[in-house]
């Protein structure tokens, strides 16, 4: 969307290395959600988070309002990690807008 | 971890028709959520609610309205479906401010013929 934009769209990774996820803001975001759309059509909430970071295990993730962006970063990527990565901005009224996802590919 | 569940999963409908979408949440969440997800897009919010016997319009809300009679359940209604509502609708509950984590469900595939 234009007020959520995700980049790249999409993104083919060899099993085992590591890559970053970006999302960048035109609107007042004051929290970050980051969710993984599995192969099934699941959506998984992976980091909720306020300006700082957060790490989970292989997965980190960064939001900066002042910069209004947001990145998620993968480590040691693993087949299981293939899916559609959404980030969704929250405004001040409480509403979430969505980015347009960015599909991720991990080949062995 | 979060249990929200959708009904049906999978449904298919007439032009015209009536249709409703049923979602139910057991984790006392305040606020519930109701969003369709169409090819290559993210996720864009239709209507949702603040507590029981609350509906707020979201960014697309035309064509469709909601129903909360309880904590637990949040309905989203077609009264006349349209092939355009052919889409995947997901449903999801949060706890409200300050800290609205989302957790939603499995989704239902609806196709309008």
């Known amino acids: 969307g234009d007020k959520v934009k995700q980049s790249p769209s999409a993104l083919s990774l060899q099993e085992g290395t590591n890559s970053a996820l970006r999302c960048n803001f035109s609107i007042a975001a004051t929290t970050v959600q980051w969710f993984l759309q599995n192969p099934r059509g699941s959506l998984i909430n992976l980091f909720y988070l306020v300006p700082g970071t957060k790490e989970n295990g292989r997965l980190k993730s960064a939001f900066d309002s002042k910069e209004s962006y947001s990145t998620l970063h993968i480590r040691d990527a693993q087949l299981e990690d293939s899916g559609t990565y959404f980030c969704a901005a929250e405004d001040n009224t409480g509403k979430l807008t969505f980015g347009d996802g960015t599909v991720l590919t991990v080949k062995p | 971890e979060a249990a929200v569940t959708q009904s049906p999963r999978n449904k298919v409908a007439v032009t015209g028709g009536k249709v409703t979408l049923s979602c139910n949440q057991t984790?006392?969440?305040?606020?519930m959520y109701w969003y369709r997800q169409d090819t290559g897009h993210g996720l864009r919010l239709i209507h949702y609610?603040?507590?029981?016997?609350?509906?707020e319009k979201g960014d697309i809300p035309d064509g469709y309205k909601a129903s909360r009679p309880s904590q637990e359940n949040f309905s989203l209604i077609l009264e006349l479906a349209t092939p355009s509502q052919t889409s995947v609708y997901f449903c999801?509950?949060?706890?409200?401010?300050?800290?609205?984590?989302?957790?939603f469900g499995h989704g239902t595939k609806l196709s309008v013929l």
């Open positions: 999801a509950s949060g706890p409200g401010q300050p800290n609205e984590r989302l957790f």
């Open positions: 984790n006392n969440h305040n606020n």
């Open positions: 609610s603040y507590g029981a016997g609350s509906t």
